[in-house]
């Protein structure tokens, strides 16, 4: 372990399998948070668990799909269980499905709906309650939710239409939140990244990805890391309670 300034805390990062999940998981780890990693592919899970238990810090595994409102909300109570408390919620979990609006199938609108809003909005209606104990209790007298956006909540562009919709949705809650609750010490923050080197395009079909392939955006010569994000991240979560960052808008140098 290098630092303690999370000591006795405990977070919940969801899309924790892979990417900036696992990046953000790991160093919330060494900063002495547990953590309860969420996400569907329960081997990296197990692996993630592992790996982090290995280098000294405690985690803990929960496979489920947040698109289910109910396996969102056990997710959370499982944490409340075995856990005792939450501390720290990072919404991360997220799909981008490119295509031009009059081809793209309503099926990838549908399930870029249910990872990228729904699912936010189950775990965080969820854990609200027991951020809002934990910004009362001594431990730190303050709570964070960080929901990860990206540049496409600030800038449209052909293609991206639906996607654009979804992280647009969430900068707009996460906002409006924002204004509700952060006077009670749960910190509420957008965190926008541009070009990361992540799985996201994978998800795309292979016209999706060949056109992305000769794009501006894949011609950036050093794109941001997942832990480059996971760097902001913790950036946020361990301000002084005095201080609260609303967004953040992180870039590679070669895109900004």
């Known amino acids: 372990m290098t630092q303690d300034k999370l000591t006795g805390t405990v977070a919940i990062v969801t899309g924790a399998s892979s990417g900036i999940g696992e990046a953000t998981a790991k160093q919330l780890a060494e900063l002495g948070a547990t953590v309860a990693v969420v996400a569907r592919r329960e081997g990296r899970l197990h692996a993630l668990v592992t790996e982090i238990e290995a280098a000294g810090g405690s985690a803990l595994a929960l496979t489920a799909d947040i698109t289910d409102r109910m396996q969102a909300e056990r997710a959370v109570q499982t944490v409340i269980d075995r856990l005792g408390r939450l501390d720290i919620l990072i919404n991360n979990a997220g799909l981008m499905l490119l295509g031009p609006v009059a081809d793209q199938d309503v099926e990838e609108w549908e399930r870029m709906i249910a990872v ?26 303050v709570a964070d939710i960080v929901n990860i956006s990206s540049i ?11 996607y654009n919709m979804t992280k647009f949705g969430v900068n707009g809650f996460t906002e409006a939140l924002r204004q509700e609750i952060t006077k009670k010490h749960v910190r509420v923050g957008v965190l926008e990244p541009g070009a990361v080197e992540t799985e996201l395009i994978s998800h795309n079909n292979d016209t999706v990805k060949d056109a992305l392939a000769v794009s501006d955006a894949e011609s950036i010569p050093e794109k941001l890391q997942p832990e480059d994000i996971a760097e902001s991240i913790v950036y946020m979560v361990t301000r002084h309670r005095r201080s609260s960052i609303a967004e953040l808008w992180a870039m590679p140098t070669s895109q900004a």
Request: avoid cysteine.
């Open 152 to 162: 496409a909540g600030r800038q449209a562009w052909a293609n991206f239409a639906a």
């Open 116 to 141: 990228n809003q729904n699912g936010l909005l189950f775990m965080t209606k969820a854990a609200l309650p027991h951020l809002l104990a934990a910004a009362e209790d001594e431990l730190r007298a």
